[in-house]
């Protein structure tokens, strides 16, 4: 990425700059000098661009990426925000020096408690894991928001946008929404799937499990299952859309619910939001709260020793990238993002994806 062409826009937000930036989709990949394609779709060579996110598909090579950390059993808890980075564009791609980043938004801590906010101004937060799953099981005990067109979630997320949902919308405080999405594609019908009958999903804490495995996917509620995807029930038009890419963890407060969101979404979050709810006017922020954060791997070959990362190959079977063990560093060597240049390179992203109108693919 040459620094310059992204600082353009930041000056003056105005749609055509935009352009300034190459970009990079399933068809048109980024240029040997500018590898890396973000997440949102900009070619880069630097954090944000060759880090979390970044599209192997449509990077220069499959191998322009930086590796993606290699999974670790853990339990986070946070009983400070020290394993937090609060600034991604500050992110080296070390993921033993933090658990998570914050890549849009603002963090605090309330008691031994994570907790994010959204305010008028921030758009919302969102934080990723600095390391990637492949397989395997992820609980997360949370407190979801519950304000009409506030959205929490609780989800991974890969590099080729092979996404699990666990997504609370608005002010329904009873239920929980499953979905899961094969390289982004949208179905018609969705996979989306609802639990009910929860108490209170804002006021009690409740574990939430994504339990994804090889050959069969399972959303569980305090330990239950309430919902099985197969493997071999997601056959489509002979292709097998399951995911099956490396994926990050995110968590994310959102506003759906704003002037500028398609119908269809304002109504699914419950409503325009209200930032003269009494709750907001008091606390200055709408929040969701994380209390930990609990992953077991199952990769599906069991890495050695010196293993750090995964990397992508060629594809195993129609349209499925096949995945390989690299010991590889996954630092960008001293090249984090475009600090000293335009502040904060995600923020400026950001900007960037909502002038694009990208505002949906962003949580
Ligand atoms: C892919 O990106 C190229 C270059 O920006 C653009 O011309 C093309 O329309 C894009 N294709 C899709 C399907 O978005
Ligand atoms: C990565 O972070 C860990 C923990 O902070 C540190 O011990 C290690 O030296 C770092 N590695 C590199 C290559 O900077
Ligand atoms: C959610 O908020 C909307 C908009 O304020 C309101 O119409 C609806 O009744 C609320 N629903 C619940 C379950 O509180
Ligand atoms: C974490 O999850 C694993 C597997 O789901 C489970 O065996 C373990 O007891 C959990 N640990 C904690 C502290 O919840
Ligand atoms: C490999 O799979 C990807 C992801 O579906 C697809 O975009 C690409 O066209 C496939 N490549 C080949 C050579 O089939
Ligand atoms: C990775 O493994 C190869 C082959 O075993 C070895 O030659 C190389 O030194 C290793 N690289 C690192 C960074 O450990
Ligand atoms: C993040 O760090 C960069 C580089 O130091 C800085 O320019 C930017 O203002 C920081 N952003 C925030 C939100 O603190």
């Not at 919902?227 to 995911?243: F, I, L, M």
Request: glycine fraction near 8%; aromatic fraction near 10%.
């Amino acid at each position: 990425m040459h620094s310059l062409a992204v600082l353009l826009p930041l000056f003056s937000l105005a749609l055509p700059l935009v352009q300034a930036v190459a970009t990079c989709n399933a068809t048109t990949s980024c240029p040997a000098s500018a590898p890396c394609c973000s997440e949102f779709g900009f070619c880069g060579s630097t954090q944000p661009f060759c880090l979390g996110g970044c599209n192997p598909l449509a990077s220069h090579t499959l191998d322009s990426c930086k590796p993606n950390p290699i999974c670790k059993n853990a339990v986070h808890t946070f009983a400070d925000n020290s394993r937090v980075l609060s600034n991604a564009t500050l992110f080296d791609g070390n993921a033993s020096a933090y658990d998570f980043i914050v890549e849009s938004g603002n963090i605090m801590n309330s008691n031994g408690e994570l907790a994010m906010l959204l305010t008028e101004q921030n758009g919302g937060t969102r934080i990723s894991s600095t390391r990637y799953f492949h397989y395997g099981t992820v609980t997360a005990r949370l407190k979801a928001s519950r304000w009409a067109g506030i959205v929490t979630a609780f989800i991974t997320m890969s590099n080729v946008k092979d996404e699990i949902d666990w997504e609370f919308p608005g002010n329904t405080t009873t239920e929980a929404q499953s979905n899961y999405f094969w390289q982004g594609l949208v179905t018609k019908p969705n996979h989306g799937d609802v639990a009910t009958g929860l108490s209170d999903t804002f006021s009690n804490y409740h574990d939430y499990t994504i339990d994804w495995q090889p050959d069969t996917l399972k959303f569980l509620i305090d330990g239950k299952v309430v919902r099985t995807v197969k493997k071999s029930d997601t056959v489509a038009d002979g292709v097998t859309q399951y995911p099956t890419t490396p994926a990050r963890i995110q968590f994310s407060i959102w506003p759906a619910g704003t002037a500028s969101s398609a119908a269809g979404t304002v109504q699914w979050s419950g409503g325009l939001i209200d930032y003269n709810d009494p709750d907001y006017v008091s606390a200055g922020h709408f929040y969701a709260l994380v209390q930990s954060v609990n992953i077991t791997c199952n990769d599906p070959t069991p890495p050695g020793a010196d293993i750090t990362a995964y990397v992508y190959g060629a594809n195993s079977s129609t349209n499925t990238p096949s995945v390989a063990l690299t010991n590889a560093t996954t630092d960008l060597n001293g090249v984090p993002g475009m600090q000293g240049l335009a502040g904060n390179g995600i923020q400026l992203l950001l900007a960037m994806s909502l002038a694009a109108g990208l505002l949906g693919q962003l949580f």
